[in-house]
């Protein structure tokens, strides 16, 4: 009769919960690509942080398994972070060793969402960044940028349809068709090594927050929360229109909850579902 008792409590349970309003849980780790889109939310793209040289032979393995993923999905921001005796290498890579691998550095190193290891061999395991991705995310973001007269004007928009605290902002600034050899160890690029002139994309060149992130306050459920940023071109950008943003927003764990990328001169709207 216990046993009887037990198990109609546990089933009235569970059809409670079936019954009660269900919440989206926002930055969940697998599917959400299938996910029926919720009006009134957002697109949830996936960050990917390659960092990598010139020199290293086998960081030509990432930059085929990054190249893959955008034939599979438009919602992958990447970042090229260099490193080492390199003509792009980041000087303000610092912070980010500490985070994310403080006690060893040996490249190349792939990051999804800031925190999260990219599984080896990364041109296998695609569908680990594609699963990052979704339809329905609780804070969006939109860029609207111009260069005038080497002047970068840029303007992210930020919307929340929850409550949020601890959360920071940070945005790179890249280029793109920056031309080099690059050594390459694998079999990808038919082998070639090094890949002559070999075409380096979505560079980092200067963050323009603090590369960890910049507190972003009245973060509040139906809040918009826009931030200005007015920069010269840096210096060593080769061509300035070859230009690009990522902007993302991480939480206390520093992982990322969204992200956005953009070229110059555009002016984005919020990818909201209808």
Sequence with gaps: MKKVYLLSLLIGFFLFLSCSDTKVIENKLEGGTSDTAISGYFKKHVLIEDYTGTWCGNCSRVAYAVEQVKLKTDKAVTVAIHDGNDPYSFNGIGPLKNLISPNQWSLPIARLNRMTV????????????????????TLGLALKSNIVNDTINLNVQMKFKQNYTDLKLVVYLLEDKLYYDQRNYTNYYNGENPIVNFEHNHVLRSSLTNILGDPITGTTDGSNVPITLKVPVPANVTNSDNISFAAFIVDSDNKVLNARASKANVDQTFEVNP
């Design 118 to 137: 990219w599984t080896y061999p990364e041109p296998t395991n695609i569908q680990q960044v594609v699963n990052l991705t979704g339809n329905n995310s």
